[in-house]
């Protein structure tokens, strides 16, 4: 059994296969880029790191439709769907392109969030820390009978469920993604077990996750405006996250760390910078003794390296280098990428792991959003004092 005394990092070498298309979002190379660079800067010894299998078909089951799965081996095999199947199923398109790993590449995910889930639920829960890391996992878009949103499977929904089947009973849920964390909210909508806040931009993809929308009342959202920044998040950290989760004193926090709310990502218009994700996650993952961290989005393949290798340093309380060393930057240096930003990346992207600091004032807009959102504490019951808004 893998030694949770400190953080343990779950991969696979599936992920250096690029295998979506060479348009798709997903054509970079997320997650080796991030194991190659917490490599070369010394942070991953061989006992930190465990190596996941694919989840067999009946645990993939526990949250997913057979005739689904189906589809997904069928397509896999044949590469190709019958019309019927891709319009039932929502495969085939550039969304969620047929490709040769289509099923056994969201099943290792799984698998290493079930491998996860099963590790934590059997650390000591009393003031004994344990954290795994799995930067593959965050596909929070999957639904039971479909591909959504790049995701074949919901990873996420899978370990929760198993974390509830070993008798975990209050979990806190908390989704950084630029998207909002749609399929976690709906899988859990009816369940008191499970709490989740999404903090994401307003008005883009999937269109749901409005700052009044509370699920069957474990949920809060958290829909930000374009420009988003550090502050920001900060406050919203303070403001909301944080005292949700003093108030809940959860027996496991589950942290979706999805990198496309960086300024330097395509496909948001948020503007975070990797710096106050880290404090993000550092202030959350210190709410619960168990903490399980995944990946998510992400389409820059610099700025979600070195993001998702900056949490793992967060997790450890590594130190962050003012410059990497010349075998980081060489791995930084091996990638590219299609759009034209990767073609005269800055200086910056090669050289560190931490953007620029940014200092902006924290916008009225934002007030309004967490005075909505902590409006009405519902189900979580009184809250630290620490809630009340000042400005």
């Not at 798709?24 to 190659?36: E, F, G, K, Y």
């Not at 949103?149 to 630029?178: E, K, T």
């Not at 949920?219 to 374009?226: C, D, G, H, L, Q």
């Amino acid at each position: 059994m893998p030694d949770l005394s400190r953080p343990l990092f779950i991969g696979n070498e599936i992920y250096r296969r690029a295998n979506f298309g060479a348009k798709h979002p997903l054509s970079v190379p997320r997650v080796p880029a991030t194991i190659d660079l917490i490599r070369a800067l010394g942070w991953l010894s061989d006992d930190a790191y465990f190596e996941s299998f694919p989840a067999s078909h009946d645990d993939i089951l526990r949250f997913h439709h057979a005739d689904y799965l189906d589809a997904l081996r069928q397509g896999e095999r044949d590469q190709a769907l019958p019309e019927d199947l891709r319009q039932r199923h929502n495969l085939g398109k550039m969304e969620n392109p047929i490709h040769d790993t289509m099923y056994t590449r969201p099943a290792t995910s799984a698998g290493a969030m079930l491998a996860a889930a099963d590790l934590l639920a059997a650390a000591p829960p009393n003031g004994t820390r344990a954290i795994v890391y799995s930067p593959a996992g965050g596909t929070h878009h999957g639904r039971p009978d479909r591909a959504s949103g790049f995701c074949y499977l919901n990873d996420l929904a899978l370990a929760i469920l198993r974390l509830l089947d070993h008798g975990v009973r209050n979990i806190f849920y908390v989704d950084f993604d630029a998207h909002h964390g749609d399929g976690v909210q709906d899988a859990f909508h009816d369940d008191d077990r499970v709490f989740t806040v999404s903090i994401h931009e307003d008005g883009r993809w999937p269109f749901t996750g409005a700052v009044d929308d509370r699920a069957g009342g474990h949920a809060r959202n958290v829909a930000v405006p374009r420009h988003f920044n550090d502050q920001e998040l900060d406050m919203i950290v303070d403001r909301v996250v944080a005292p949700i989760g003093q108030a809940l004193r959860p027996d496991m926090v589950v942290i979706q760390c999805g990198a496309d709310a960086l300024a330097d990502d395509p496909l948001s218009r948020l503007e975070l910078t990797n710096n106050a994700l880290w404090r993000a996650v550092g202030r959350t993952a210190a709410l619960a003794d168990r903490v399980l961290v995944t990946g998510g989005g992400g389409y820059n393949p610099w700025s979600v390296a070195r993001c998702w290798t900056g949490v793992w340093a967060t997790l450890n309380g590594f130190d962050i280098p003012d410059r990497l060393p010349d075998s980081a930057e060489a791995v930084l240096r091996s990638l590219t990428w299609s759009r034209a930003a990767g073609r005269n990346p800055p200086d910056h992207w090669f050289t560190t792991l931490a953007d620029p600091d940014i200092v902006h004032p924290v916008r009225d807009e934002i007030w309004q959003i967490i005075d909505t959102v902590c409006a009405d504490t519902g189900a979580i019951g009184p809250l630290n004092s620490d809630i009340v808004v000042a400005r």
